[in-house]
Nanobody, 120 residues
């Protein structure tokens, strides 16, 4: 099993910045797709940002231009840099990874979730 450990959440004021980290228990070179999801109270879990091993990225429309996802292969870690935060960004954020074999997705892995609260 691949373990994903998130860190960096907390409370920040609107307009502020926060950086989330997700450390994987194995080389992230073996994880074809990694990303961040979030779930606010009473709402469905939604994709925030994702990144593939080919360095392609995908962002939700609501965070484009404000959030940046990146990979550090040496540290087996992905990051989510969040700028210009809004109260609507308040949610539990989950790290996600997909393990593939050739062109077939084999497994999905999830972190435990970390709270991000944007409030004055």
């Amino acid at each position: 099993q691949v373990q994903l450990v998130e860190s960096g959440g907390g409370l920040v004021q609107p307009g502020g910045s926060l950086s989330l980290s997700c450390a994987a228990s194995e080389s992230i070179s073996s994880l074809r797709v990694m990303g961040w999801y979030r779930q606010a109270p009473g709402k469905q879990r939604e994709l925030v940002a994702s990144s593939s091993r080919t360095s392609s990225t995908n962002y939700a429309d609501s965070v484009k231009g404000r959030f940046t996802i990146s990979r550090d292969y040496a540290k087996n870690t992905i990051y989510l840099q969040m700028n210009s935060l809004k109260p609507e960004d308040t949610a539990v954020y989950y790290c996600n990874a997909e393990k593939w074999g050739f062109s077939i997705k084999m497994s999905d892995y999830w972190g435990q979730g970390i709270q991000v609260t944007v409030s004055s």
